[in-house]
């Protein structure tokens, strides 16, 4: 006979539903504390590893605009590699702007529509994630242009299905829409629901929110640990949080060295002279603050 275990804990296993409900009682209590472990152990185990830019294999920066996405091939890529100029296979620079990945021109914008949605179609995660902020955005509509109306509904929708195909950033901005009160009633209590979901994906800003969240409950300890992961995934106000910890009396000077020492770490891991060009040259490329 298979068996199958208790979805919340784990620890007991049963032959079926009707099984379960009987021994509800006398497990419950058990039930909930166990489960409550597995879900800190889960918040706070090591995040996934930061994603490296395919061209120059360096670490994405943290900030969106030290990264690009390329609906032609799908690609994440570093302001860097964006800005620096494309070079055909004999190393003469072309000079028709094309995707410094898959060498794709520069589409029109009718063009950049058509493809972005090809992507939705087939399940990108990040395509989803970027047409769910133009909802949310009004991207375009209200310049006269062919955009998208703003539409919280629509957004939501989009941000729950790239979190589904993989994209935790998008369980962030729903997170924020129950922060906030944006296309849904605010409810503090499943804006932080969606944030710790995001947080466990390795979404470090979201990481940043639960720490301020746990600071002003008084939760010291706890606000201490998220800050601690957020400044090792590059998040500058984490530092900022941490000082404060520091100063307050809740942290140590240990523990605020080591927060300057993980940020250091972080510029190191991002830092390049391709991307210090193009950062000098727009502040679009900006990849840090």
Same mark, same amino acid.
């Given at each position: ?151 919280? +509904?629509? *957004? #939501?929708?989009? @941000?729950?299905? =790239?979190?589904?195909? !993989?994209?935790?950033? &998008?369980?962030?901005? $729903? ?45 010291? +300890?706890? *606000? #201490?640990?998220? @800050?601690?992961? =957020?400044?090792?995934? !590059?998040?500058?106000? &984490?530092?900022?949080? $941490? ?47």
């Amino acid at each position: 006979m298979d068996l199958k275990a208790c979805s919340a804990c784990q620890l007991v296993k049963y032959c079926n539903r009707e099984c379960q409900l009987a021994h509800r009682p006398q497990h419950k209590r058990e039930c909930k504390k166990r489960a409550a472990e597995l879900h800190e152990e889960e918040l706070f185990k090591q995040p996934p590893p930061e994603e490296d830019c395919p061209i120059c294999i360096l670490r994405l920066p943290l900030l969106d605009s030290g990264r690009r996405y390329y609906t032609c091939c799908g690609k994440l890529i570093c302001s860097g590699c964006a800005y620096a100029p494309v070079y055909d296979d004999k190393g003469n620079i072309v000079t028709e702007k094309s995707c410094p990945f898959c060498r794709t021109p520069n589409p029109t914008n009718e063009e950049a529509i058509n493809r972005a949605n090809k992507r939705v179609e087939c399940g990108d995660a990040m395509a989803i994630y970027d047409l769910a902020n133009n909802y949310a955005n009004g991207v375009g509509h209200q310049q006269g242009r062919n955009g998208y109306p703003q539409d919280y +509904d629509k *957004a #939501l929708e989009l @941000y729950h299905r =790239a979190a589904e195909y !993989g994209y935790a950033e &998008a369980y962030f901005n $729903v997170g924020c829409s129950y922060d906030c009160g944006l296309g849904v009633k605010q409810n503090k209590k499943k804006a932080m629901h969606y944030y710790e979901l995001a947080a466990i994906g390795g979404c470090m800003m979201s990481r940043h929110n639960i720490g301020i969240d746990e600071e002003d409950a008084g939760n010291m +300890d706890r *606000a #201490l640990k998220h @800050y601690m992961i =957020a400044v090792r995934g !590059g998040v500058s106000n &984490a530092v900022k949080g $941490v000082q404060r910890l520091y100063s307050d009396g809740y942290a140590t000077k240990d523990d605020y060295s080591q927060a300057l020492e993980s940020y250091q770490a972080y510029l190191g891991e991002i830092k390049s002279c391709q991307r210090d060009e193009a950062a000098a040259a727009h502040d679009t490329y900006k990849y840090y603050e």
